[in-house]
């Protein structure tokens, strides 16, 4: 398997736009996670998914994001609209069981100026 | 104040010595506690997950420890390699709840 795929890999755009990053996890995995990570609060849990269904997105920071997960196989974090608050790298993981191991992808660094 | 502290912030050993790394949590109820190791530019990568009846766990020469009744855990690098630099993020995880610690960076100098 190629593991966690996100994309982009990096983003840069300008406050206001809306930004969409995507993940793809191991094929099986039935949990997803969304994560942000920054220098200053470390990773933080945005929202995870268990079978396609959003269960605890209590990490959202506001109305300004959004993550859905059409499919088992593909998953995407809105930020709608952007600030230079939200410049980040943006994690997705996935797992076969909420409490064990979770597979993490490389990442979207995103920029907002 | 974290639920989830690391120690130190950051630390610098030479290329064959041992180090330990310090988590100290404060939440409860207790599910397992994970240790992560991040490299620059890619996303953590499990190292050790320990449930409450463990205390100690080894990942070839990562050791990690736990003591339930004091909160704390450590993570002991034996041996250092240049490869072991990056930084190691202790995370807890209890009822429908992660909380990651901000991490230790570890630099291993030749």
């Known amino acids: 398997d190629a593991g966690v795929i996100q994309s982009p890999r990096h983003e840069v755009t300008e406050m206001g736009q809306e930004v969409t990053l995507r993940c793809k996890p191991i094929s099986g995995h039935d949990y997803l996670f969304w994560y942000r990570q920054t220098m200053m609060r470390g990773l933080e849990l945005l929202i995870y998914f268990n079978n396609n269904v959003p269960i605890d997105d209590s990490g959202m920071p506001e109305d300004r994001f959004s993550a859905k997960m059409p499919n088992a196989s593909f998953s995407t974090l809105k930020i709608q609209p952007s600030e230079p608050r939200d410049s980040a790298v943006y994690f997705c993981?996935?797992?076969?069981?909420?409490?064990?191991?979770?597979?993490f992808g490389p990442g979207t660094r995103l920029t907002v100026t | 104040k974290n639920q989830v502290e690391q120690s130190p912030q950051s630390l610098i050993i030479l290329e064959g010595k041992n180090c330990t790394l310090q988590c100290n949590y404060t939440v409860s109820p207790f599910s397992n506690l994970r240790w992560y190791k991040q490299d620059t530019g890619r996303g953590p990568v499990s190292l050790t997950i320990?449930?409450?009846?463990?205390n100690t766990k080894s990942n070839g020469r990562y050791t990690a420890t736990l003591d339930a009744d004091t909160k704390q855990s450590s993570l002991h690098i034996t041996a250092s390699q240049l490869s072991d630099s990056a930084s190691y993020i202790c995370v807890y995880s209890g009822f429908q709840k992660l909380v990651f610690g901000t991490g230790t960076r570890l630099l291993v100098s030749p």
């Open positions: 993981a996935s797992t076969t069981d909420r409490g064990g191991e979770q597979y």
């Open positions: 320990m449930t409450f009846s463990e």
